[in-house]
């Protein structure tokens, strides 16, 4: 006696919901794969060496600039650049930040129109994204699924330089190696984040295009590289005393672990063991709160900072000098 096997019984709407799914991510791909290219880098090694690096990129600018990871352009000045049409044009690297992991490039050649950049912030857990790259140099690959978490940080260095990259997108749509400098869109086809890292199978992350990373890239274009400040000093979240939180309307503040000696940390008179509240005015709930302030602007200028101490409030003033990264 034979036996037959159907296919899944799904209701009308079921197939309606996938039918859209299907749209969505077909209309983001075929809006985004032409705009988003592969990367071919060659890094020099020890020796003379030269060892060929891919990645992605992505077009942002209608006179040929494109966005993509530090780490993807390394110390290299140039390269080619791939798009999915075959053409194929040299580019040249036009400013890079390591500890954000961005930086622009630009074709010596023609390019797609560019992509439209949307808003990282606004995203929400379980927003449907597009993620947009070339790995393993197949170019035009495209794969979807779902902001998994926000708000997550992702540790960035360049020499003996550290900085957390803050509020990185997670997602559990499927990066491999050579997606790194590619697009994570919403369903809009607005790109929200540049695919940066693997940290385990199904769970990728990506630089939040937001404010910050506006500030940075735009840096980028006009000096070639981000100047960041530096105060000197290393903490952890920590929770406020009971009597503090209730008069702040705050849980959490930075308790200080390390103090570097002759940083501007150390000469305003901060300690090991203080828990940091506000800086300028503003919380400080965490490295990142602090992290923010960091830039050009803040080098040079005061700073007021206010730390618990003992149960005593102490009010300081720190003037941030330049980072300097270690080659």
């Known amino acids: 006696m034979a036996t037959t096997f159907s296919g899944p019984d799904r209701s ?33 090694r020890s020796r003379g ?23 993807v352009v390394g110390h290299s000045d140039a390269g080619t ?52 790259g070339n790995p393993l140099g197949l170019a035009g690959s495209v794969t979807a ?10 540790p960035a260095g360049e020499g003996r330089a550290t900085r957390v990259i803050d509020d990185v997108v997670q997602t559990d749509a499927t990066l491999h190696p050579g997606s790194s400098g590619g697009a994570l869109a919403t369903a809009d086809g607005r790109v929200v984040g540049i695919n940066t890292a693997i940290a385990d199978v199904g769970l990728g992350l990506a630089v939040p295009v937001n404010g910050t990373s506006r500030h940075i890239i735009a840096t980028l274009l006009s000096e070639g590289r981000v100047r960041r ?13 009971p009597p503090l939180r209730a008069r702040t309307g705050r849980t959490t503040g930075l308790r200080i672990v390390e103090v570097v000696p002759a940083s501007p940390a150390a000469r ?24 923010r302030l960091m830039l050009e602007d803040a080098i040079g200028r005061p700073l007021s900072l206010t ?21």
Do not use: W
Request: glycine letters at 10%.
């Open 229 to 241: 400040a530096y105060l000197g000093l290393a903490g952890i979240p920590a929770p406020l005393p």
């Open 49 to 71: 060496r030269f060892v060929r690096g891919t990645g992605s990129a992505v077009v942002f600018t209608d006179d040929g600039f494109l966005l993509t990871n530090a780490h």
């Open 268 to 291: 305003a008179g901060l300690r090991d063991g203080d828990l940091l509240l506000t800086a300028d005015g503003d919380p400080v709930t965490g490295a990142q709160a602090l992290q």
């Open 145 to 154: 699924g779902v902001v998994s978490a926000l708000g997550r940080s992702l």
């Open 12 to 44: 009308g709407r079921e197939q309606a919901a996938l039918d859209a799914y299907s749209q969505i991510v077909t209309s983001v791909a075929a809006e985004l794969t032409p705009k988003v290219a592969a990367l071919n880098v060659a890094h020099r």
């Open 81 to 132: 650049v791939s798009f999915a049409d075959g053409t194929t044009t040299p580019f040249h690297v036009i400013g890079a930040d390591p500890l954000s992991d961005l930086a622009v490039v630009r074709a010596d050649g023609p390019t797609p129109p560019p992509a439209r950049l949307g808003e990282a912030d606004s995203l929400r857990v379980g927003q449907l994204v597009v993620a947009v």
């Open 307 to 327: 730390a618990l101490r003992s149960g005593a409030l102490v009010d300081v003033v720190a003037v941030p000098v330049e980072l300097v990264a270690d080659e």
